[in-house]
């Protein structure tokens, strides 16, 4: 096994980090021999308008969010692999919308689907 830690938005790196196998862990960081990186990719699928109570026009944008995962070499900061994994695509547009709303985003990939990506390069 080759131990793996996860660098990602720090709103989501802890969660991220949990949902690893145990086994995968580095019990300290010398012991840490690949590095994820994840980031996020905004793609604009289509635009709408509504007509705005007494506002003209308002613009809403249907979005989905691409998960970059790129896999490093620890030591040597090389990259080993890298995979966009597409998002789920945002729901269509309604008949209506609370006021304010401006983007429609759709869902991120799941955790499993990345670790499963990663498995044969953790687990060679």
């Known amino acids: 096994t080759h131990p793996v830690v996860i660098i990602a938005p720090s709103d989501e790196e802890a969660d ?3 949902s690893l196998p145990e086994s995968w862990i580095p019990r300290n960081v010398s012991q840490t021999e690949l590095v994820v990186s ?3 990719r905004e793609v604009e699928l289509n635009k709408t308008r509504y007509k705005g109570q007494g506002t003209g026009w308002i613009y809403v944008t249907r979005i989905r969010l691409d998960t970059v995962v ?6 040597t900061g090389d990259v080993v692999d890298t995979y966009t994994f597409k998002g789920a695509d945002p ?4 008949p ?4 304010g709303t401006q983007y429609l985003y759709g ?7 990345v670790i499963e990506w990663l498995r044969p390069y953790v687990e060679p």
Do not use: R
Request: net charge negative; no cysteine.
């Open 107 to 113: 869902t991120t990939v799941d955790y499993d689907t």
């Open 16 to 18: 991220w980090n949990e």
């Open 38 to 40: 994840i980031s996020y």
């Open 91 to 94: 729901v269509g547009f309604p």
């Open 70 to 75: 790129t896999l490093y070499e620890a030591q």
């Open 96 to 99: 209506s919308l609370p006021y």
